[in-house]
């Protein structure tokens, strides 16, 4: 069946730091692909999606892209804040299934 | 405001007793959902809803029922909760009936049965 595996986190950088988030995915067919993002205390809010290869999804200065040759779909951003703090959850779907979500990493950003 | 509402936001409960936890949106979607979230297992999906009078189940539906009566409500419903659905349950509606688009989650409710 689908997966998506995730970076263990937590993630803990100093504001103005790169991110990286690393996500791999298994799927049957094209998947689409999604990060989200919970605030603490909230429910999930979608950061940015991709529906095909070599698609770039893009959002509040995050970033990442479908690569079907490595079947990957990491998030970046070039200069963290602190309020950028939240657990990030890679997601994909594939035909008409159901939302498949990874374990999700917690990223801490310090002043 | 455009959103997804649920309640309550916080239940505790005892194993057995029937309780339920409504989810209401106010933006005409054609698709809900229900999910769990737990420690080390990101959310997986209970049940969800294509349209009205429509509804199947998710990777973990047992122990939940859901109806779908009206478009913009869509219960879930512990007949007899255990201990192991302790858990954040969250609602989740998108506009049309393809769960390809984008999901927008309610709150969230935080359950615990003793």
């Known amino acids: 069946g689908d997966s998506v595996t995730q970076m263990e986190g937590p993630v803990t950088l100093s504001e103005e730091a790169f991110l990286t988030i690393n996500c791999t995915y298994t799927?049957?067919?094209?998947?689409?692909l999604f990060w989200y993002v919970q605030y603490p205390g909230e429910g999930l809010q979608l950061l940015l999606k991709?529906?095909?290869?070599?698609d770039k999804g893009s959002n509040k200065g995050f970033e990442a892209t479908y690569r079907k040759e490595t079947t990957s779909f990491h998030l970046e951003k070039g200069s963290v804040q602190v309020s950028d703090s939240a657990v990030y959850f890679c997601?994909?779907?594939?035909?008409?299934?159901?939302?498949?979500f990874g374990k999700g990493t917690m990223l801490l950003v310090s002043p | 405001e455009a959103q997804v509402t649920q309640n309550p936001r916080y239940l505790i409960t005892v194993t057995g007793k029937k309780l339920t936890v409504t989810c209401s949106q106010n933006?005409?979607?054609?698709?809900m959902s229900w999910y769990r979230q737990d420690p080390g297992l990101g959310l997986r999906q209970i049940y969800y809803?294509?349209?009205?009078?429509?509804?199947d189940k998710g990777d973990v539906p047992e122990g939940y029922k859901v109806s779908r009566k009206e478009k913009r409500n869509f219960p879930l419903i512990l007949e007899s909760p255990s201990p192991n659905q302790t858990s954040l349950y969250f609602c989740?509606?998108?506009?049309?009936?393809?769960?390809?688009?984008?999901?927008?989650f309610g709150p969230g409710t935080r359950l615990t049965v003793l």
């Open positions: 997601a994909l779907i594939s035909g008409y299934s159901t939302l498949t």
């Open positions: 809803s294509m349209n009205v009078e429509v509804t």
């Open positions: 989740a509606s998108s506009p049309i009936a393809d769960p390809r688009d984008t999901q927008y």
């Open positions: 933006m005409n979607h054609e698709y």
């Open positions: 991709a529906t095909k290869a070599d």
């Open positions: 799927a049957t067919g094209y998947p689409s």
